[in-house]
């Protein structure tokens, strides 16, 4: 019998377990691909702005063509998430997994923002191509704003560009 109780307490532990994880309001994935690469991240979340995931490198060479897309997805079951912004961004960053987010004011590649209104379900995204002519490490980001929760979810890929040599 007392074995009986001390599962019971194990399972009303459990319980209580995962009624105190947070609801997660969004799925989003990012896809960048060249000739000769591609690499794909799937959601993160903040704090901390880095997220918990190791980012994913892609390699590209200076003048390759780029193509880059995005969907964020409202995994809500029951719930509209209104003045959502989806921001995606490619900015100079210093190195490969540097926590530090880079200052958009800086060396930015490409910045694009929309505000919407995502019913249950609903998927919104981007697809765009593009080139770099300047070697270095860049971060690819796509990241929800506004959200009203307590987190903020992103997707983000490293772009290592190397001259147009790979051996440069």
Same mark, same amino acid.
């Given at each position: !019998?007392?074995?009986?109780? $001390? ?5 009303? !532990?459990?319980?209580? $377990? ?10 989003? #994935?990012?896809?960048? %691909? ?5 690499? #794909?991240? +799937? ?7 880095? $997220?918990? +995931? ?9 003048? &390759? ?41 800086? *060396?930015?590649? %490409?910045?694009?923002?929309? &505000?919407? *209104? ?10 765009? #191509?593009?080139?770099? *002519? ?30 147009? *040599?790979?051996?440069?």
């Amino acid at each position: !019998m007392s074995l009986c109780k $001390g599962s019971l307490v194990v399972a009303a !532990m459990l319980g209580f $377990g995962t009624a105190v994880v947070r609801a997660e309001h969004a799925k989003i #994935t990012l896809e960048a %691909s060249t000739q000769h690469d591609k690499a #794909t991240a +799937n959601v993160d979340q903040t704090p901390p702005d880095w $997220g918990k +995931n190791p980012r994913p490198v892609l390699k590209a060479r200076a003048g &390759e063509t780029i193509r880059v897309q995005c969907v964020f997805t409202n995994v809500y079951p029951h719930k509209t998430l209104e003045n959502v912004v989806v921001h995606l961004f490619i900015a100079r960053q210093d190195k490969v997994g540097q926590h530090e987010l880079p200052d958009l004011t800086g *060396d930015v590649v %490409s910045e694009t923002a929309f &505000e919407i *209104d995502l019913k249950p379900g609903a998927k919104a995204g981007q697809r765009s #191509t593009l080139s770099i *002519d300047r070697p270095g490490v860049y971060l690819v980001r796509v990241e929800s704003r506004n959200t009203g929760s307590d987190h903020e979810h992103f997707a983000a890929i490293d772009l290592v560009v190397t001259g147009k *040599d790979a051996s440069k």
